[in-house]
């Protein structure tokens, strides 16, 4: 979501950075660039002043101007900067994520426009909430305005794996959030979320509903979730809603989009309701929180390792990472063990999206963009070794031409794909074979050159 904002920081600091010491001069033409990267990003107005004038005034101040490395303290000001404007910052509260502090059951009221995602996030917050901070969930549709929504909160609920509320035909949204609300005390419920109903547009129609449910269940949290794809509207959308609702929080979807990332920046600001939940995908689990320190640390190209470990630490099984690398020590890799790190990448998402988390990627990112890194191509090559005998994974030299041919037409690829998957085997395990060899000390003496020599002469990507 951040990518072009993120380009177009990099471009700026490296020119501070070659510029040794800063004068005042230096330091304001970079604000300039910082300001029109910002509004090309679609950020409001008024929080791009903010933003400025706030780098601004602790930028040119003689401390940064006299440093060892002045160009480092200004980024240094830009992060903490953008880290106030999402959220963050010492000021902020420490507690993050959906607020359950109250008396169950906590009932938690989704709000927005129709097509924005309040049914799938639903889904997703009873999924999370069920698996993450083990409560019994209750889900209730008082979406009666457009067609089968209910049917499809019921679906998502039983693919989450949660309890939704029976639908009774005819029933208002009213008489709906008054059944839960009883249905959920009696089944000893720790969280009830109710799904209401939204409009094309805002309406009198659509604030007076969901300031009637509002008043009748007395939610703790009112989230209003809002598309990141539609940029500056989406932040109008927010202060109508607030205005109105004075919403608790904000659940943002589609981020894994090419939206700007303006939206983003200037909810907070607008609104004053925090960001809680960012949505990056259609599948249930593909709901994360939202942490403004990380989201400034890719904002600036400095990547997010602590969201890549927790996200590798949830979607990787650990006892068969530990049984592949006992098997990797030995020197065992065969095209069984290549297929299941294929599956064990692919769980943690788009290549993408893991590559975005990496610190300095955005600099590379042009060359990695004709690779088509995608999980696509995990599967693929998934199929290719899929399509091959017991014998062919277990002694790949027996592939030879017609064996090829054979597998490309079962797994539906291609000849030359079949080739570049056994060449990424052939490489990967001469590899495991140096580390066997090497051992754990002499892989801390030698470390990445011990096992790629011929690296210093190659491109690594």
């Not at 049917?151 to 949660?162: D, S, T």
């Not at 939704?164 to 709906?176: D, F, K, N």
């Not at 788009?350 to 590559?355: A, F, K, N, T």
């Not at 955005?362 to 599967?379: M, P, V």
């Amino acid at each position: 979501m951040f990518e072009a904002l993120s380009n177009r920081l990099t471009s700026v600091f490296d020119t501070l950075r070659r510029r040794g010491a800063l004068r005042e001069e230096d330091v304001a033409e970079a604000l300039r660039e910082v300001r029109v990267a910002l509004l090309e990003a679609d950020v409001a107005l008024s929080v791009v002043k903010d933003l400025t004038t706030k780098v601004r005034e602790r930028a040119v101040g003689q401390e940064v101007i006299r440093s060892v490395q002045p160009a480092q303290q200004v980024i240094k000001i830009v992060n903490d900067v953008l880290v106030e404007a999402l959220g963050g910052g010492p000021d902020a509260p420490t507690a993050r994520g959906i607020d359950l502090n109250a008396a169950a059951p906590v009932v938690i009221l989704m709000v927005g426009l129709q097509g924005s995602g309040k049914t799938t996030t639903t889904g997703k917050l009873a999924l999370r909430l069920q698996d993450k901070q083990r409560k019994k969930v209750l889900v209730a549709s008082l979406d009666t305005q457009r067609p089968a929504a209910q049917r499809q909160l019921a679906i998502l609920a039983e693919q989450a794996g949660v309890i939704s509320l029976p639908i009774v035909p005819g029933e208002g949204p009213l008489a709906i959030a008054a059944r839960a609300m009883e249905d959920a005390r009696r089944g000893y419920f720790d969280v009830l979320i109710l799904d209401t109903a939204g409009r094309l547009s805002i309406d009198d129609a659509l604030m007076e509903e969901v300031a009637a449910v509002k008043s009748a269940t007395r939610p703790h949290e009112t989230l209003l979730v809002v598309d990141a794809m539609t940029g500056q509207d989406s932040v109008q959308t927010a202060r109508a809603f607030n205005e109105r609702l004075s919403i608790t929080g904000i659940v943002m979807t589609r981020v894994d989009g090419d939206a700007r990332g303006g939206a983003a920046l200037s909810m907070r600001a607008v609104t004053g309701a925090p960001i809680k939940l960012l949505g990056a995908g259609e599948k249930l689990d593909a709901l994360e929180e939202f942490h403004p320190d990380r989201i400034a640390s890719r904002i600036l190209g400095m990547g997010d390792i602590v969201s890549l470990v927790e996200r590798a630490s949830e979607t990787i099984d650990q006892a068969e990472a530990e049984k592949m690398a006992a098997r990797m020590q030995k020197g065992i890799f065969t095209l069984d063990d290549y297929a299941n790190q294929l599956k064990q990448i692919g769980k943690m998402g788009s290549l993408s999206g893991i590559l975005g988390m990496l610190p300095g990627v955005g600099k590379i990112k042009q060359q990695l963009e004709g690779a088509n890194l995608d999980t696509a191509i995990l599967k693929r090559q998934a199929a290719i070794i899929g399509s091959m005998t017991k014998k062919e994974k277990k002694v790949p030299d027996i592939i030879k031409a017609s064996r090829k041919k054979r597998i490309a037409a079962g797994s539906g690829t291609s000849v030359q794909e079949v080739n570049k998957l056994l060449k990424q085997y052939d490489e990967m395990s001469a590899m495991m074979k140096r580390m066997s060899k090497l051992g754990q000390k002499g892989l801390m003496r030698g470390g990445l050159a011990a096992l790629m020599p011929g690296l210093g002469n190659k491109r690594p990507y």
